[in-house]
């Protein structure tokens, strides 16, 4: 998968949110001597009870009072969003007298284009418009990935619905975007993540024809196929294959393909390229890696495994394993590969490789499958899983679950252990995923 947006904003809210209240002035250095009416003042409310994130003040032009809006709290069914209604002498909110200050639940708004699902407004933008009610941007639709939809608060509205569907969607999906007004009364919505990417390159079509042409697919609230023209700094693309490995590279944010079959004379191939977003994040450019390091690049291959293990702040590794070579023997070898992170510029595109070795393990194959697990959930300790798969042209591989533990906590501790799970599993197989 490929983000076209930075990393994403923590998503951690403290529930029951406090909220405070300056009486007046600004928080900057004054003089001891100074008033109250100077310096202001901050009380705390205590708990309000709910998650919220975004803080709207309004007039309730119906009956001339503030009216302030919460909302947060992605990943419910119900956003929390909350109005309260203080009288003219109420604290705020109210510690003691609840009956000086009305608070309710506020329905979700529901966007035409997806009825049956609420949209969530946690990772969404605001700003005010001139009629004094609240215009919403944007928002999640799942997984991080953004909506063009916008929803208008009135705060004089019915509790029941106060939200205007009627609102035209935007032309680009959005997540976390900033609204801003403008001198005009209009409201510029401005960055903010778009969706991800599953990108889909090379294979055999329905005639037996290998295929070289990248075709990204949007997940978002409407998915489609997205643009796949190549920008103007992309190199030449890679030739036509199938049967190559590939995973998303998180430090250099792109899709990197290593080997496969182009079904030439030694079609079987070593190649590193790696597929990024272009600068303006329309179009893509394929950059193709040089081969460096102390044990150069392991042989051609088609149908081998590649993972990468992400620990911040240094460049993700590649973990390559087995595979089919040119004269249709298949492989046992490991690898890692890294694109150092001082190759920073698409001039030098190394990829560094170091051959790996390492006792027992599941001996050679190709068409099995792979994966990384995070152990322990910290990022620290980690294993690649490794299953079924090949070892000739007639003999299945056994269906055993193999892991290589202690990765990235250097070489010397990798470790092969093999799994003797209870149960009924899927049984010898090849090509699976």
Known sequence: ??????????????????????????LIPCPSNAT??????????????????????????????????????SGRPNIAGWSFIPS???????DTDQASTKAHLLSVPNPHRAPERPADIFCSGHAMLPDGSLLVVGGEYFGDMGTPW??????????????????????????????TEVASGKILATTGGSHQHMMVFGGLNASGTVQGTPYPFAVSGVSFWDN?????????????????????????????????????????VNEVWGLPASPDDTTYEW????????????VGRTR????????????????????????????????????????????????????????????????HAAVVDDVDGLGSHFAMLIYG?????????????????????????LTWVQFTPSGTGPGPCQGHA
């Open 1 to 26: 998968m490929e983000r076209k947006a930075g990393a994403a904003p923590s998503r951690r809210a403290v529930c029951g949110t406090a909220l405070f209240v300056i009486a007046a002035g600004a």
């Open 36 to 73: 109250l009416s100077t310096t202001g003042r901050w009380r705390s409310g205590g708990s309000i009870g709910v998650v919220g994130t975004h803080v709207a003040v309004l007039h309730d032009t119906l009956t001339d009072s503030t009216r302030v809006l919460f909302w947060g709290g």
């Open 88 to 94: 003219d002498s109420a604290s705020f909110p109210a």
């Open 150 to 179: 916008a929803f208008k608060f009135n705060p004089s509205g019915p509790d029941s619905f106060p939200w205007d569907n009627s609102i035209a969607t935007m032309a680009q999906d959005r997540w976390y975007p900033t609204a």
């Open 228 to 268: 796949n023209s190549l920008g103007q700094y992309s190199q030449s693309p890679p030739s036509a294959r199938e049967g190559q490995a590939a995973d998303f590279d998180a430090y250099w944010n792109r899709v990197t393909f290593f080997g496969g079959d182009e079904h030439v004379a030694n079609g079987r």
């Open 287 to 298: 950059r193709q890696s040089t081969p460096a390091g102390p044990d150069g690049p392991p």
């Open 304 to 367: 081998a495994t590649m993972v990468f293990v992400h620990k911040t702040g240094v460049p993700d590794t590649a973990y390559v394993f087995g595979g089919l070579d040119n004269n249709g023997n298949a492989l046992g070898d490991l690898w890692k590969g890294w694109r150092p992170a001082a190759s920073d510029t698409d001039s030098t595109l190394f990829w560094h490789w170091v051959q790996l070795g390492s006792t027992g393990g599941p001996g050679p194959r190709y068409g």
């Open 389 to 413: 798969g090949k070892t000739d042209g007639s003999s299945w591989a056994d269906n055993s679950v193999w892991a290589l533990t202690h990765l990235c906590e250097g070489d010397p501790k």
